[in-house]
């Protein structure tokens, strides 16, 4: 009876043994897919083009997508900040940016909302509105937009 049990543990034994083996092994594998094998997601940095329904009109700007749900962008004159968060179809992000007078006065802000969705690893579009309020808190237009975004980072600037 004991030669019995001790050669149902080494069976266990080496069963468990092979099961680390494949476990392994598939984990080294998914490790080498690398970017490949990494699920879709907005977090990083991109440099977007942003356009205007019914205008001729087109802004450039950098974003960032952090992990922790907060958003930045900067354009060269202002810079903003916001949050983004998943949705069923992709993602939404909100934000504002400031913008001073000639004297460094506040005169207006802007007010963003866009729903997104990746169109391959490296490129997302996104629709929405721009609202205009100034410094009085006075609604000065919606605009309708659409930003088309390219991914940087140091592995492809």
Request: aromatic letters at 8%; hydrophobic letters at 40%.
């Amino acid at each position: 009876m004991a030669a019995k049990s001790g050669a149902l543990r080494r069976t266990a034994l080496r069963a468990a043994v092979g099961v680390v083996a494949i476990g392994t092994v598939a984990g080294l594998t998914g490790s080498a897919m690398g970017e490949a094998g990494r699920t879709r997601s907005p977090v990083g940095t991109w440099a977007v083009v942003i356009t205007f329904e019914g205008s001729d009109k087109v802004e450039r700007a950098l974003f960032a997508l952090e992990r922790d749900g907060s958003f930045e962008l900067a354009d060269g004159k202002r810079t903003g900040l916001g949050t983004w968060q998943p949705t069923a179809t992709g993602f939404r992000y909100a934000f504002r940016h400031y913008d001073v007078d000639d004297q460094g006065v506040f005169d207006w802000e802007l007010r963003g909302v866009q729903d997104g969705a990746l169109t391959s690893a490296d490129t997302f579009t996104s629709n929405g509105t721009g609202t205009s309020v100034d410094a009085d808190g006075t609604v000065q237009g919606v605009f309708h937009t659409r930003v088309e975004a390219k991914r940087y980072s140091i592995q492809s600037p």
